[in-house]
């Protein structure tokens, strides 16, 4: 027990020693910005993505580690993402890089993924928090698939893209708030698909499995 005289300054050590291991306490609850990615795709694969078919997990999995990319680059001090800004960079960065059937099998989670990315995002340990903003409806983001699947048509083709051109072949990939997928399939198959560069095994093993789907089979 503390004497009458050094009470007060026993108080006030407790006290500084007390919010000294709070302090730690709240710097180890968070993580660096470098830590990120793997933070979300680890929230990711936890809540949604073990629950998917290994194709599908994969899908959505890679295009969220494009879209942290692009949401990250403007730097930690940037702690607004905007949903539909960067998802349209993501989607164009991506580009023929992939076959029809990547935005296929990424447009039937779409929704859910955001959902996932509007809970989770907010709460993503850092010491000045994101917020996330400008989430998309179900039929903007297939507005996004369809523009983006005309523009890597008309990229493949090696046709000079001009606005009109871009505009009718969205329209029609894109009707009634829908992709069109039949006509996707019909424009893109005579095209054929040829994987670039040298991936490594996982990604020539996935690329592989999106070829192989088809639009009559359930992959959403």
């Keep these: 027990m503390s004497r009458p005289g050094n009470y007060g300054k026993s ?6 020693r007390q919010l000294k291991r709070r302090k730690q306490r709240q710097a180890g609850n968070t993580i660096n910005w470098d830590q990120v ?16 078919p ?17 949401a990250m ?27 029809w059937q990547f935005y296929y099998v990424l447009l039937g989670q779409i929704m859910r993924w955001q959902k996932l990315l509007l809970r989770e995002g907010p709460v993503v340990p850092l010491a000045t928090r ?6 998309l409806t179900a039929t903007a983001y297939a507005g996004l698939v369809a523009d983006q699947l005309a523009v890597n048509l008309l990229t493949v083709m090696a046709t000079p893209i001009t606005p009109s051109q871009r505009e ?32 490594d095994d996982a990604t020539r093993e996935w690329l592989n499995g999106l070829l192989a789907l088809t639009v009559s089979a359930d992959h959403h």
């Excluded at 994101?130 to 989430?135: F, L, T």
């Design 11 to 16: 108080s006030r050590l407790k006290q500084l």
């Design 37 to 52: 990615e793997d933070f979300l795709l680890g929230r990711y694969h936890l809540v949604q993505g073990s629950k998917l």
């Design 54 to 70: 290994p194709l599908v997990d994969a899908t959505v999995q890679r295009f969220f580690s494009e879209w942290l990319t692009t």
């Design 73 to 99: 680059a403007p730097g930690e001090q940037q702690v607004q993402w905007d949903v539909a800004a960067t998802t349209a960079v993501t989607l164009k960065r991506i580009g023929n890089q992939v076959p």
């Design 130 to 135: 994101r917020q996330i903003v400008k989430p």
């Design 168 to 199: 009718r072949l969205t329209q029609s990939f894109f009707q009634d708030g829908q992709v069109q997928w039949s006509a996707v399939d019909a424009l893109f198959e005579p095209m054929g698909f040829q994987i670039q560069g040298t991936p």
